[in-house]
């Protein structure tokens, strides 16, 4: 007989944990609250799915029944049209920024206002009121902020002498403008998030630091960097996720203009889909940027949770 050790079944230890479940109510209470949970998620969430999986099959306006089916028809022009190709490519462009500007940018504040005073309590709500405005509020601003004829760019292209400019009506300039609006309206929600980490750092690893001579990037680079990974992939996923669904700051300040150079994936779905009554089409654009979300959340998963960074 082998002398080698049987690692124990864990299927005891889970009907323990299953019978204090039990014996302390709470598994009542999950079985109580299940069903509710899964009806709403089913009404609002796989339901919508399904049907929207559908229709992008149809050529459909979105009265009566769906009945021209026309099978992979909408997908075609979809990836046919140069719009659409614009449109990704703009996305990308959202979500590098957002990786490489807008997560660095809140990082830097947020080491420099993380520690709890007065102060700083001051600038973090400075800096996270963009990001608890409306959208559509931000967006309206800043078309204020940018329009060449009453706006703050005419202001001061007049006090220079200079001739006004029109940056949301510049095929080159335009997108950059959009950029800036995303930056500035979402950096303050990372900041936060880091701010909170930061705060978990150990304060005596830091002191530590400091005894064997570690300059302040040092201790950045090496101690509080490091704690606080998971939180850095955490804004991350959230970075590229936001990035997808940018919506609602564009409508107002370009309405994805001009000549269709700031429009992405959500917009172009609204755009082309639902404001010409082709909500087949739509579909179809609804149901690519669902499998690139739900892909987005599957690298996450296996990059960043299996290597426990997050």
Same mark, same amino acid.
């Given at each position: 007989?082998? &002398? ?7 299927? =005891? ?21 299940? =069903? ?18 559908? +229709?992008?099959? +149809?050529?459909?306006?979105? +009265? ?16 046919? #049209? ?67 004829? +009453? ?18 009506? &510049? ?18 929600? #990372? ?13 005596? #690893? ?20 490091? #704690? ?58 609804? !149901? ?7 892909? !987005? ?14």
């Amino acid at each position: 007989m082998s &002398d080698t050790p049987v690692p124990p079944d864990r299927r =005891p230890a889970f009907s323990d944990r299953m019978r204090r479940a039990a014996s302390n109510g709470r598994l009542t209470a999950g079985l109580i609250l299940l =069903p509710p949970a899964l009806i709403l998620f089913t009404l609002f969430v796989i339901l919508p799915l399904g049907e929207s999986g559908m +229709y992008a099959f +149809y050529d459909w306006n979105g +009265y009566g029944t769906p009945e021209d089916f026309v099978g992979l028809r909408n997908f075609e022009q979809m990836f046919g #049209h140069s719009v659409f190709s614009v449109a990704v490519g703009n996305t990308v462009k959202i979500v590098v920024v957002s990786l490489l500007v807008q997560m660095p940018l809140a990082l830097l504040l947020a080491l420099l206002i993380f520690r709890q005073t007065p102060t700083n309590a001051v600038f973090r709500l400075i800096f996270f009121v963009p990001y608890i405005m409306a959208e559509v509020a931000a967006g309206l601003i800043w078309s204020f902020v940018f329009d060449g004829n +009453y706006g703050v760019t005419a202001s001061i292209a007049t006090s220079l002498g200079v001739e006004r400019f029109f940056i949301l009506a &510049d095929r080159e300039l335009a997108f950059y403008a959009v950029m800036t609006v995303i930056v500035w309206k979402y950096f303050g929600f #990372h900041m936060m998030i880091y701010i909170a980490a930061l705060q978990g750092v150990p304060e005596d #690893h830091i002191e530590a630091a400091k005894i064997e001579g570690a300059s302040r990037t040092q201790i950045v680079r090496y101690v509080q960097v490091p #704690h606080i990974k998971p939180a850095i992939a955490v804004s991350a996923f959230f970075a590229i996720i936001g990035a997808l669904q940018v919506f609602d700051v564009i409508i107002p300040l370009t309405n994805g203009g001009p000549s269709n150079q700031t429009q992405t994936i959500v917009t172009y779905l609204y755009e082309f889909g639902l404001t010409r009554l082709r909500i087949g089409f739509g579909s179809a654009v609804g !149901v690519v940027l669902f499998i690139v979300a739900v892909l !987005v959340a599957v690298f996450y998963q296996r990059i960043f949770m299996k290597k426990g960074t997050a």
